[in-house]
């Protein structure tokens, strides 16, 4: 039988208490992990939103200079898919 800090056989009763409590702390770390995840993909939607919204607001104020840069960002994403492609040969 287990026997418990004090050197006293450990009975059913105290195994089954034991085995409730830590089940109680398991599903209260797995309840708090989910509610953080949960959080945390709130703030990541109204951060993306507030992303596109500003940017939507910089193409409108500004288009030629929104453009260029969709132009370089292009560019530079297709220089770096061409020499991932030569590089893999």
């Known amino acids: 039988m ?18 409730s409590k830590i089940r109680s702390r398991v599903t209260e770390a797995v309840e708090d992990g989910v509610r953080s995840a949960s959080q945390a993909i709130r703030h990541s939607r109204r951060a993306a939103e507030d992303a596109i919204e500003d940017a939507k607001h910089t193409v409108k104020r500004r288009p030629l200079e929104a453009m260029g840069t ?20």
């Not at 287990?2 to 208490?17: D, I, M, Q, R, Y």
């Not at 969709?70 to 040969?89: E, H, K, P, S």
């Open 70 to 89: 969709l132009f370089a960002a292009g560019v530079l994403a297709g220089t770096f898919f061409t020499w991932i492609g030569f590089r893999r040969r």
């Open 2 to 19: 287990l026997a418990n800090a004090l050197g006293k056989p450990s009975t059913v009763e105290n195994s089954l208490h034991e085995v």
